[in-house]
């Protein structure tokens, strides 16, 4: 009880936040962007409340709620078949003005876009914040690696136009090789990181001259309409449109209707497979998806204690572990077990817990509305199968309204949900082992495998592993936490978590595909092209060069 009245006291009255962190009026969006016009909403919507809880008056025993924060129209199937016909219109099988367009004339739509983007910068990033409980600073960093991808992925296309401009002459036949479109592309990105995240998708896909289908994230909405304005004055008509409303009112809609080329979704793999069997012409369907991952550290018994103990906490509870590249069950070997506990108590009691807006805070307001009590069951669950919460004299595990102090919970063992289940949330699930077959038969058996975390100081010991597990993993990082930074790496997954590959230059060639023109290589055929080229006849053979 003690520590609920802890984190109770934590919410505070609305005039105590920081004016400049405050939503100065709630934001009710009422259009909707398709076919190159912003049309006006006058149906129903769904009302946005921040998980941020907030006294009703100045006591501290007063009643709290969550802030509404605004509302954005609740469309319909009439509505995504208006989109989906403007997309295919716009894209028009490949003849259409932006799949046909020139990429420096695309970069160059883009680059108006980020300079728009730019300029409402702060709205964005207040909006992240409160929309989905992300601290200030966090949803700062969010912004300027969005940016900052943009700037990399325009670098890597002129990288990859400039490259395939040119001809290559083999066996007597005269070809040029390109990246063309796939087509109409469905954009559906995920809460916890609903800028980044779904702009790694929706940014590749637009630059290679896709048209967009754009639905945002269930919590994260309303970040997205002062970027409603920029995406209609940078790009021509029917280019991007967006798609509001309830996912099952609207996405079946467009996967049945069997016009969309591209699903791009970061999110579940239930979800993901639902929607792919909706597609009635599967192999026309390409998939790019970043799914579900149940990503495991394994700590030797001679791991470098502080580091690894560094690694694990930011690895595990960063974003309150609300990322699908979280460590989310770390393997700890008996030798060191009782001091590696012992080290992550003291260190995950010293991680300040609060509201968002509050400089250093580590902790923050849960997203979504039945985290806390699926979270609790987790807890409930490992108690009664023979686990103990480490950190309950500090706290750990406790709960008020959406917050919760992050729990340590050992030994955690097959029989529990914390096990084979990813609970994308503050609970760090520990697993004592003697014999490195036991995380090893893990991660092989396991349905996921994005990444995996190795912490040791014998190279031969991480040799073995490295071995052992890349056959399993996406990715396997050596005495640091699972990350998807750099952006310029590889990011991807096997087994159920992830289709394709989604660093800068990757996620380019997720979103095109090869179109060769080739000819015989005689001196008539040569003058054809010579012609076609010196003369500009044809948007698709040439070879002018990004700059």
């Not at 994308?424 to 082992?433: A, E, L, M, W, Y």
Request: glycine share 6%; with cysteine.
């Amino acid at each position: 009880m003690e520590s609920e009245n802890k984190l109770k006291r934590l919410i505070i009255h609305p005039d105590l936040i920081p004016a400049e962190n405050r939503i100065k009026r709630p934001i009710h969006q009422r259009r909707i962007l398709i076919d190159g016009e912003l049309e006006v909403w006058n149906g129903p919507v769904h009302q946005v409340f921040s998980p941020v809880y907030l006294r009703n008056t100045d006591n501290s025993s007063a009643e709290e709620s969550q802030m509404l924060i605004g509302s954005y129209p609740l469309a319909t199937s009439k509505e995504a078949e208006l989109a989906l016909n403007a997309a295919v219109k716009a894209y028009n099988g490949g003849r259409g003005p932006w799949p046909s367009m020139p990429v420096q004339k695309r970069i160059r739509c883009l680059d108006v876009f980020t300079k728009k983007m730019v300029q409402r910068k702060d709205e964005i990033v207040n909006l992240i914040m409160w929309e989905i409980g992300k601290s200030s600073a966090d949803a700062e960093k969010e912004f300027d690696r969005t940016i900052e991808y943009i700037q990399d992925t325009v670098r890597a296309a002129k990288k990859l136009n400039n490259s395939t401009s040119a001809f290559q002459v083999q066996q007597n036949f005269i070809g040029q090789t390109k990246k063309l479109p796939y087509g109409v592309v469905l954009c559906m990105g995920p809460f916890n990181y609903p800028l980044n995240e779904t702009f790694t998708t929706l940014i590749p896909a637009l630059i290679m001259g896709n048209t967009i289908l754009f639905k945002p994230p269930k919590h994260g909405t309303l970040l997205f309409e002062p970027l409603l304005e920029a995406f209609w004055e940078a790009f021509p008509k029917g280019v991007v449109n967006t798609v509001y409303g309830r996912g099952r009112d609207t996405v079946p809609f467009l996967m049945q209707s069997g016009k969309v080329d591209v699903l791009a979704l970061i999110g579940s793999s239930k979800v993901a497979d639902s929607l792919k069997k909706m597609h009635p012409k599967s192999n026309r369907l390409k998939s790019v998806l970043g799914l579900d991952a149940k990503n495991a550290a394994i700590v030797m018994d001679d791991a470098e204690l502080d580091l690894t103990v560094k690694e694990c906490i930011s690895g595990a509870l960063s974003f309150n572990g609300q990322r699908c590249t979280a460590l989310k069950i770390l393997f700890v070997h008996t030798d060191i077990a009782d001091r590696f506990n012992k080290r992550l108590v003291e260190e995950v009691d010293k991680l300040a817990i609060g509201m968002p807006w509050t400089a250093g805070v580590a902790i923050t307001p849960l997203a979504e509305p039945e985290k806390p009590r699926y979270l609790q069951e987790c807890l409930e669950d490992a108690v009664e199968h023979g686990a103990t919460i480490l950190n309950t004299a500090s706290g750990g595990g406790s709960a008020y309204k959406s917050l919760m102090k992050p729990a340590i919970v050992y030994p955690v063992n097959e029989a529990m949900k914390l096990y084979r289940e990813e609970q994308f949330g503050p609970i760090i699930p520990i697993v004592p082992f003697d014999d490195v077959e036991i995380p090893v038969d893990y991660i092989t058996e396991s349905s996921f495998g994005q990444q995996v975390s190795i912490f040791s100081r014998d190279s031969e010991d991480i040799g073995l592993l490295i071995d052992l597990l890349a056959g399993q993993v996406g990715r396997i990082n050596i005495n640091s936490q699972c990350q998807r930074s750099p952006d310029t790496f590889a990011f991807n997954g096997r087994k159920d978590s992830a289709e394709g590959t989604l660093s800068v230059e990757e996620a380019l060639h997720a979103f095109s595909v090869d179109s060769v023109v080739s000819t015989r290589q005689t001196a008539f055929n040569q003058a054809i092209i010579d012609d076609i080229l010196v003369n500009h006849k044809s948007n698709r053979l040439s070879h002018t060069v990004a700059l």
